[in-house]
């Protein structure tokens, strides 16, 4: 009450010029303004936004940008607060309807249209989702004339050859089996992948890229890696490596062997036999060695061998060397697999302790492969990738 002795009446107080002021009553401002005013400031949070970042809200993890892109994607929608919001758009981004196409070539030279075009293939479709059924069409779809066949066709008549032998066999197909330089029979038509490029795992987990194929009636296919899978998953083979014995057949241009030639030994490919639990659990083991002497004979007392895990072993592929040396072939193979060497102990007779280097975790297509690109010289342009199990060119 101190405080308001020097007033006698409530109208002293009232009209007093301190006091007044506050029991003064004022025109409510009309909803419609707050709700403009409103709507401005929620949208200048958008511009202040772009000022600090750079860069427009987008729907990342940020909760604060993310609240900001759906606020903008809702003002997108409401033409009258676009039309409200246009004198604030400075950087312009609300979208403004654009007119009508009064003609065919009003669409045709429209951004929209001509972003969907390639120069080279008006059917050719550029950022638009493949769903299940356009991928499953993709195979057919993107095939074509292949101009230089003849330089396969040699390759298909061999294949036929092999398989009708029995050195080569249909196989059910796995992913991790689809390689660089194999066949396939997809739709009842046998397919050569040449070359495996811009693969990439995605956020799953799942190769993907794109593969150069070539085809037994003459055509050429740039699908995608994981389009021709789904077709070989759905209605297709793989066809399994040629078991052909002698190594200098994997070369193309290797001359017939005469009795001239000097044979100097054998690499071979073998599997354990082992019970061991750490054995058996480790997919595509294989020893990659070389002997002098006939294999059969080499791994007679294998049992008994740490070079051999210390059981029986399964020969899985020999193959005989001419006037080569075994050894640095041997060597060879080994460091191009090297990302893949086994690195287990074992412990022998008297509990003696070895840890034998000539085991590799490599599926045996890939194996064949690596030696087929050794003896053609090529080896040096690729390079084993053990996440993938795929030979890459580097």
């Not at 312009?92 to 293939?121: R, W």
């Not at 060695?289 to 592929?317: C, D, F, Q």
Request: charged share 25%; hydrophobic share 35%.
């Amino acid at each position: 009450m101190d405080n308001f002795s020097q007033y006698s009446s409530l109208d002293d107080i009232l009209n007093d010029a301190i006091f007044g002021e506050s029991f003064k009553v004022t025109s409510k401002p009309s909803i419609a303004q707050n709700a403009d005013q409103r709507l401005v400031e929620s949208f200048e949070e958008i511009n202040q936004f772009i000022d600090q970042t750079g860069h427009a809200p987008a729907a990342s993890n940020d909760i604060n940008e993310r609240k900001l892109y759906s606020r903008l994607l809702g003002l997108r929608e409401e033409a009258l607060k676009c039309e409200m919001l246009q004198e604030y758009d400075r950087h312009h981004l609300l979208i403004q309807s654009e007119p009508l196409p009064s003609s065919l070539d009003d669409i045709l030279n429209s951004a929209e249209f001509t972003d969907l075009i390639d120069d080279e293939d008006i059917f050719t479709l550029k950022h638009i989702p493949l769903n299940t059924e356009r991928e499953s069409a993709d195979f057919v779809a993107r095939r074509k004339q292949c101009k230089n066949f003849a330089q396969y066709e040699e390759l298909f008549k061999q294949c036929h050859a092999e398989i009708k032998s029995g050195q080569r066999k249909l196989v059910a197909f796995n992913e991790a089996n689809l390689t660089e330089k194999s066949f396939f029979v997809a739709k009842g038509v046998l397919g050569y992948l040449d070359v495996i490029y811009d693969l990439v795992r995605d956020k799953n987990s799942k190769l993907d890229g794109r593969v150069y194929s070539v085809f037994e009636n003459g055509t050429e296919s740039n699908m995608l890696f994981r389009s021709l899978g789904k077709m070989l998953y759905e209605d297709g083979f793989l066809v399994s490596a040629s078991q052909v014995s002698d190594l200098e057949t994997f070369n193309r241009g290797f001359e017939i062997i005469n009795d001239e030639d000097q044979q100097s030994g054998y690499i071979y490919v073998l599997k354990s036999r082992s019970t061991d639990s750490k054995i058996v659990s480790i997919d595509n083991l294989y020893k990659i060695g070389y002997s002098t002497m006939p294999v059969e004979e080499r791994i007679k007392n294998a049992e008994n061998e740490a070079t051999y895990l210390m059981a029986a072993v399964e020969i899985m592929a020999i193959y005989q060397c001419y006037n080569m040396n075994p050894q640095k072939f041997e060597q060879l193979l080994h460091k191009f697999f090297g990302s893949a060497c086994l690195n287990l102990d074992i412990f022998g007779e008297h509990g003696a302790r070895y840890n034998p280097r000539e085991w590799f975790t490599v599926p045996l297509h890939i194996i064949n492969q690596a030696i087929e690109l050794i003896i053609s010289g090529e080896i040096i342009n690729y390079r084993y990738n053990y996440t993938s199990e795929m030979i890459n060119l580097i």
